[in-house]
């Protein structure tokens, strides 16, 4: 079954650290790649996305994300967070024809001051 | 991106009454909704596909009977719980699929209790 994997499921940081979040999938076809966003109170939001070309895909608010194929990863990456980060980090795969978004579990970030 | 709204954000109902959860698209012409169900601190799980006009698609283990889907126009889907029960409480979630049908935009959400 097509599942999607995010290893930390909360992650504490002071401002101006540096962020990664990983997220890994099994799927073995093609698939679209997405990090969506969810701050306190708010709606899911898309951050990036990634379907095909530069596996090195920039987002929203200075985040970036990198599709490695043969980890069947797509981690998230800030170098500098802001309090305002602080939210909710989903990963979400797509098949490329399925159509049906496949969620990780979300990894909550908080940002320390 | 679309614009979506649900209506409404919070309702707290009684076990056995039904709910009726309005999901709309504000700009945007939608053929194929989406709903979603998310517990607290956990992933969202899709219940069910929604397509203008005809019925609803629904995943594996999801009652079609108990969450009644009616997508009736471009712009609004509805979903239903009928008959709820305490374990119905949640937040539901629903979203539409964007021109290109591969991104998808979100509603802000339901939070339903059933006392």
């Known amino acids: 079954a097509q599942s999607v994997s995010q290893h930390n499921h909360h992650v504490i940081l002071s401002e101006a650290a540096s962020l990664e979040l990983g997220c890994n999938y099994s799927?073995?076809?093609?698939?679209?790649l997405f990090w969506y966003v969810q701050y306190p109170g708010q709606h899911l939001q898309l951050l990036l996305k990634y379907f095909s070309g530069d596996p090195l895909v920039k987002g929203i608010k200075g985040f970036e994300a990198e599709f490695i194929k043969s980890k069947f990863s797509f981690n998230l990456r800030k170098p500098s967070v802001q309090w305002s980060d602080t939210a909710e980090y989903f990963c979400a795969v797509m098949p490329y024809l399925g159509g049906k978004l496949i969620f990780g579990q979300g990894t909550e970030l908080s940002v320390k001051p | 991106g679309a614009v979506v709204s649900q209506h409404p954000s919070r309702v707290i109902c009684k076990s056995g009454t039904s709910v009726k959860i309005e999901c709309r698209s504000l700009d945007f012409q939608a053929t194929t909704m989406f709903w979603y169900r998310q517990f607290p601190k956990q992933s969202l799980m899709l219940m069910a596909t929604s397509n203008e006009g005809s019925k609803a698609t629904y995943e594996q283990g999801v009652e079609k009977d108990k969450f009644l889907i009616n997508h009736a126009s471009l712009t609004l889907s509805t979903l239903t719980v009928t008959s709820a029960h305490p374990e119905d409480s949640s937040f539901y979630i629903c979203s539409l699929a964007g021109s290109r049908e591969d991104t998808q935009y979100f509603g802000p959400g339901t939070r339903l209790t059933v006392l």
């Open positions: 799927y073995g076809g093609t698939v679209n």
